[in-house]
Antibody
Framework: EVQLVESGGGLVQPGGSLRLSCAASGFTFSNYWMHWVRQPPGKGLVWVSRINSDGSGTTYADSVKGRFTISRDNAKNTLYLQMNSLRAEDTAVYYC?????????????WGQGTLVTVSS | DIQMTQSPSSLSASVGDRVTITCQASQDIRKYLHWFQQKPGKAPKLLIYDASILERGVPSRFSGSGSGTYFTFTISSLQPEDFATYYCQQYDNLPLTFGGGTKVEIK
């Protein structure tokens, strides 16, 4: 059974940092592209970032470029999102999602989400 | 960035009703459109990919159609478990973008 389990969310002050993790199981993680998507409270879904299967290629939404870094450890079957210079508008539930092995944009499996709150 | 305009933003319907949601892209996205269902406090669930292909295990009362810039999503006979928010998403161009969502509520 495919499982994606996020962790690392919490309350952080504006300007602070946080690292999210997404532990994957039930599929060959090293073959799959992966994504982060966020959802501000009461609002819609927003794509944040994508990483290819070996970690050599990354893409970001303009709103997080230069502040967030997506990475992965295929030996540990884990995806990461390092978030720096956090702002109030980064407050959201953050989901990891699988992109699939081919085109990279499948979104067929999602984690349960982890809440990040940026507030003083 | 490609803008995805979803309508309506909400609707009220009864069990057994036929429900249709539309999604319009600001430029041609060919067939590269997903439809997701999201229930409160839960992660989105993929229902349809490539605009019209049903994901494994998704009931056949769900369907999608369209290409280019105009897409529709239909529930042929609304069931109690279908009350949720539905989102379209284009994956033809980066950044990937979602529609604003359609909340389907009980009448």
């Amino acid at each position: 059974e495919v499982q994606l389990v996020e962790s690392g969310g919490g309350l952080v002050q504006p300007g602070g940092s946080l690292r999210l993790s997404c532990a994957a199981s039930g599929f060959t993680f090293s073959n799959y592209w992966m994504h982060w998507v966020r959802q501000p409270p009461g609002k819609g879904l927003v794509w944040v970032s994508r990483i290819n299967s070996d970690g050599s290629g990354t893409t970001y939404a303009d709103s997080v470029k230069g502040r967030f870094t997506i990475s992965r450890d295929n030996a540990k079957n884990t995806l990461y999102l390092q978030m720096n210079s956090l702002r109030a508008e980064d407050t959201a539930v953050y989901y990891c999602a699988s992109g699939g092995a081919a085109a990279g944009n499948d979104f067929d499996y999602w984690g349960q989400g982890t809440l990040v709150t940026v507030s003083s | 960035d490609i803008q995805m305009t979803q309508s309506p933003s909400s609707l009220s319907a009864s069990v057994g009703d036929r429900v249709t949601i539309t999604c319009q892209a600001s430029q041609d996205i060919r067939k590269y459109l997903h439809w997701f269902q999201q229930k409160p406090g839960k992660a989105p669930k993929l229902l349809i990919y490539d605009a019209s292909i049903l994901e494994r295990g998704v009931p056949s009362r769900f369907s999608g159609s369209g290409s280019g810039t105009y897409f529709t999503f239909t529930i042929s006979s609304l069931q109690p478990e279908d009350f949720a928010t539905y989102y379209c998403q284009q994956y033809d161009n980066l950044p990937l973008t979602f529609g604003g969502g359609t909340k389907v509520e009980i009448k």
